[in-house]
């Protein structure tokens, strides 16, 4: 009975230990990558284009899509083409990017794509253009 319960501590110290180690190298890993990406809503990207001319706006949808409807001031630079990150280069690391879509998934891969080339400031409209026009504020549509 005392090996039983002996082995029975061992493996649950061994699995608290394994546990906790492994949640900070994950949390660690996270924090790093997502401090430079903040998820902001549709009032926060419309309130900073009103207080901050050298912010940079990105939408990352298809041209066609950015021919139909885009946010004001905007520049288009499609994350599913293979210039993207040499069209990207050109934006200056040290203002803030704000970058958008249709529905956030491919805000969600530009953004990362902006951190991992060293941009500090990111910021990725929560639910894309679509959640922009629910919120009925200003745009310029094609």
């Not at 180690?21 to 990207?45: F, H, L, R, Y």
Request: charged share 25%; hydrophobic share 35%; aromatic share 6%.
């Amino acid at each position: 009975m005392k090996k039983l319960l002996l082995i029975c501590t061992v493996i649950f110290a061994v699995t608290l230990l394994s546990c906790k180690d492994e949640s900070k190298i994950n949390g660690a890993a996270t924090e790093t990558v997502m401090s430079n990406i903040k998820v902001v809503t549709p009032q926060e990207v419309y309130d900073a284009l009103q207080e901050d001319a050298t912010l940079q706006l990105i939408d990352v949808r298809t041209p066609e899509e950015y021919g139909v409807t885009h946010l004001k001031s905007s520049q288009n630079i499609c994350v599913t083409t293979p210039g993207f990150e040499k069209k990207a280069a050109k934006l200056d690391k040290s203002l803030p990017v704000y970058v958008y879509c249709k529905k956030g998934g491919r805000s969600a891969q530009a953004s990362q794509i902006l951190a991992d080339m060293g941009f500090t400031k990111i910021y990725d409209l929560q639910g894309g253009i679509t959640n922009w026009e629910s919120q009925e504020l200003e745009m310029v549509k094609g």
